[in-house]
């Protein structure tokens, strides 16, 4: 139990269509960052949010949005999907250096 | 960016083998975390291990930092160490960690 929760844990969306993940941080934790993996692939590094203000950005294009609430709480919007998109999402909280991870969201995209 | 390279891709152990995974890394590093990801996609922490070396139970790691790699040891393995291990880096902030491709391990009974 790492106490960061993910919402929901699986879904199905289609082509072009919208999608929000949500996720609640470890108690303390004021940093949420946001990860993809594909199958196959390690975790890859979306974008991060610290005290609600969006701290760092990997190789992802804008209709992957994120948000932070003053809870620390935080929610991952990807517009437009495509095909690629499938994937497991991972929200993890880090404090002193160490990251922890929930359980995910298996996005299917069809 | 940072380059993480993880080896073997893939493992496959009698129960009770020992086995010795490695991270390659391409630059310094403040943070380095080794993970074993479940069946359900689940990231479940290890160790975290900048440098120096730590041991849990069966498992020991060592991350020797000046020549940039981290070593994971698993002793007397279990079907239930089966699983994909990870291990993550970076420079500063650990909320923007780069992951290897992990290495699968299979534990036959």
């Known amino acids: 139990e790492t106490g960061v929760t993910q919402s929901p844990t699986h879904l199905i969306k289609t082509r072009g269509q919208q999608v929000t993940l949500r996720c609640s941080s470890q108690?303390?934790?004021?940093?949420v960052s946001w990860y993809q993996q594909a199958l196959g692939q390690g975790p890859q590094f979306i974008f991060q949010?610290?005290?609600?203000?969006?701290?760092g950005r990997g190789n992802f294009p804008p209709r992957f949005s994120g948000l932070q609430f003053p809870n620390y709480s935080s929610e991952l919007n990807v517009n437009a999907l495509e095909l690629d998109d499938s994937a497991l999402y991972l929200c993890?909280?880090?404090?002193?250096?160490?990251?922890?991870f929930g359980e995910g969201s298996r996005l299917t995209v069809l | 960016g940072i380059q993480v390279e993880q080896s073997p891709p893939d493992l496959i152990l009698q129960e009770g083998a020992n086995s010795t995974l490695r991270c390659n890394f391409s630059?310094?590093?403040?943070?380095l975390q080794w993970f074993h990801q479940n069946p359900w996609g689940q990231l479940i922490n290890l160790f975290y291990?900048?440098?120096g070396t730590k041991q849990n139970g069966r498992l020991s790691a060592t991350t020797v930092a000046t020549e940039r790699y981290s070593l994971l040891y698993i002793s007397s393995s279990q079907t239930t160490d089966s699983g994909v291990y990870f291990c993550?880096?970076?420079?500063?902030?650990?909320?923007?960690?780069?992951f290897g491709d992990g290495t699968t391990l299979t534990v036959k009974p």
């Open positions: 993550a880096v970076a420079r500063t902030n650990a909320g923007k960690s780069t």
């Open positions: 108690s303390g934790h004021n940093t």
């Open positions: 291990i900048p440098s």
């Open positions: 949010y610290y005290r609600e203000e969006e701290n």
């Open positions: 993890a909280s880090s404090l002193d250096g160490e990251l922890f």
């Open positions: 630059d310094s590093v403040n943070n």
